[in-house]
T-cell receptor, first 113, second 114 residues
Framework: NAGVMQNPRHLVRRRGQEARLRCSPM?????VYWYRQLPEEGLKFMVY????????ESGMPKERFSAEFPKEGPSILRIQQVVRGDSAAYFC???????????FGEGSWLTVV | AQSVTQLDSQVPVFEEAPVELRCNYS??????LFWYVQYPNQGLQLLLK??????LVKGINGFEAEFNKSQTSFHLRKPSVHISDTAEYFC????????????FGSGTRLSIRP
């Protein structure tokens, strides 16, 4: 994963609760991507963030989902009032020093019961 | 906009046989191309990438891929597979711009039979 850290690895939430997923990019880097992988599917782009700035949020659902990357601390993907359909693996990614190659974290598996 | 098509959702292969996983892309601009591997319940690991230069790129675990601009393809190959190669393989494309997202294909599940 080349230093992209995600936590928690596994998260269980009841319907209606909030889920918060955290991601720290490769050391010294200030850009992160968030992707979602539904069961038996590929990865879908959600949002691309720079510290204190959202660069591209074209893949984010319009409601209940938000993402931030503050000046200090990790990037956070927040899902409010979770539903069963939010159950998925959420991956964070970070570009390397050249900015050309993107490396992924180990993922956070969200299960909504 | 870019898109990626992986023509085969599943590829069964016998151990020690060669394999090719197909990938085609579409884009109106220059792109970078990638193959990632995902083992069950794990994250994505970069297998190889094409950024520029030689069209034949070699990656980890004995895999290689060839960029063919005229056919807009980036097929992944391995001359002899091992049981441990059983995984999901994703082809991906990214516009050659530092501010662009990476677009994935739907994946190909490679299953190796003994």
């Amino acid at each position: 994963n080349a230093g992209v850290m995600q936590n928690p690895r596994h998260l269980v939430r009841r319907r209606g609760q909030e889920a918060r997923l955290r991601c720290s990019p490769m050391k010294g880097h200030s850009h992160v991507y968030w992707y979602r992988q539904l069961p038996e599917e590929g990865l879908k782009f959600m949002v691309y963030l720079q510290k204190e700035n959202i660069i591209d949020e074209s893949g984010m659902p319009k409601e209940r989902f938000s993402a931030e990357f503050p000046k200090e601390g990790p990037s956070i993907l927040r899902i409010q009032q979770v539903v069963r359909g939010d159950s998925a693996a959420y991956f964070c990614a970070s570009p390397d020093a050249s900015g050309n190659t993107i490396y992924f974290g180990e993922g956070s598996w969200l299960t909504v019961v | 906009a870019q898109s990626v098509t992986q023509l085969d959702s599943q590829v069964p292969v016998f151990e020690e046989a060669p394999v090719e996983l197909r990938c085609n892309y579409s884009s109106s601009v220059s792109v970078y191309l990638f193959w990632y591997v995902q083992y069950p319940n794990q994250g994505l690991q970069l297998l190889l990438k094409y950024l520029s230069g030689s069209t034949l790129v070699k990656g980890i675990n004995g895999f290689e891929a060839e960029f063919n601009k005229s056919q807009t393809s980036f097929h992944l190959r391995k001359p002899s597979v091992h049981i441990s190669d059983t995984a999901e393989y994703f082809c991906a494309v990214r516009q050659d711009s530092s501010a662009s997202k990476i677009i994935f294909g739907s994946g190909t599940r490679l299953s190796i039979r003994p």
